[in-house]
């Protein structure tokens, strides 16, 4: 039976979607999904005629802002021009983002590897790294996400990668952060590198293919390297013969303020991976960027994986599309020109607030640390959970129109590229009234 669409309400399309459908990283009981009706720059409209400021690009993603005709009209013309093509054929668009991203890569990358999503853009590139070095260990961090695959989550170095690890998958080596939570904060380049050379050392550099490290990590708290580190990184791998592979799946596409958050500190890794900004979510596309040495590896020999969608037609057409909106209207250049605008509001709400103990941001990627007792620095809920007052703190950001990505005691702050100052303002606005229930759950 055909159901007529714009025809049912919201708490219909709530009913039906959670009845019929499972939502991911939820108890399904407890998921409370917005009826979103349509979205426009940075803001999305319900069906119930409600609006919300989107503060966190969906899942940081929707770079170039809701709704931009010159990318859903490129991929309406694709869609009648040639929806779909095996990826063992070739047609203009394969042809020309390969050309385009070639001249965007750090470095000399060149070669470009294409996937449905960021997920299986990290699983292949570790495979990569495997078959070029001839070795099977990866180092990945703690407090990292690269994905909710058997490889990829396995890498994952926050908690849910507990519940998956039935078992993990072997010859994944987890190495510390900088960044040792709200209390101890971040090491120094030099302790950080320390003690990752230590580890290299101890698992034998010999048998260590790559490691796989988000450079400005994302959902597990927007944790921006100390200057130095990053470079440490990569003479590391160069040393040992590791391949760096800079997942920039969140952090990528202008983000930060620079094209890859690596051109922030002029490193170029032997693998690159992104997806999500790639084509600002607006069809699905993922990508793996080869260093000459490692597409050179695959002229010889055979690469062994492949995907049904590898290249498909509708994600070429939008990513071709969002990466002419990110030059043409300077995106990239408005997250570095509101780096220091989205700083200040921190700052303003660190003095307006006791319970926020850290502020951080690079570009338009930033967040709010909230805490129970500024001495102490203990966060305002435990690790790994999300207590009534974070839950009560997320009701009055979508009971007030803004929406955006909390975990634990973190405040997300990572707005589409596109936003001006003014509807910057509006969202810190929101957030301000919202910090006195944090600051009401303080300790004495």
Known sequence: MAI?????????????????????????SKASPLAIDRAEGVYMYGVDGRR???????????????????VTDAIARQAEKLPYLSPFHAFEGRAVLGKRL??????????????????????????MAKAVTGRQKVLARYRSYHGSTYATMSMTGDPRRWPNETPPMPGVV?????YHG??????????????????????????IAAFILEPVTGTNGILIPPDGYLQGVRELCTRFGIQMIADEVMCGWGRTGEWFAVDNWKVVPDIITTAKGLTSSYAPLGAVGLAPHVAAYFEENMFWGGLTYNTHPLGVAAAIAAIDVLEDDDLIGNARRLDPVMRA?????????PSVGRTRNIGLFGIIELVKNRETMEPLTPFNTMNETMQQLGRFLIDNGLSTFIRWWNVMTNPPLCITEEQLAEGFEIIDRSLAIADAAMEE
């Open 4 to 28: 007529e669409t714009g025809a049912m309400t919201a708490e219909q399309i709530v009913a039906d979607a959670k009845r019929y459908t499972l939502y991911d990283w939820h108890v399904q």
């Open 52 to 70: 919300w400021l989107d503060f966190s690009s969906q899942l940081m993603g929707v770079n170039i802002g809701h709704g931009d005709k010159r």
């Open 102 to 127: 070639a001249g965007l890569w750090p470095g000399a990358i060149e070669k470009t590897f294409f996937t449905l999503g960021g997920a299986e853009a990290n699983e292949n590139a570790v495979k």
């Open 174 to 178: 987890h190495v510390l952060d900088p």
């Open 182 to 207: 709200p209390k101890r904060g971040f090491d120094d380049a030099a302790t950080a590198l320390e003690l990752l050379e230590e580890t290299i050392e101890l698992e034998g550099p010999e048998t």
């Open 345 to 353: 509001h921190h700052e303003a709400l660190a003095a307006a607030h």
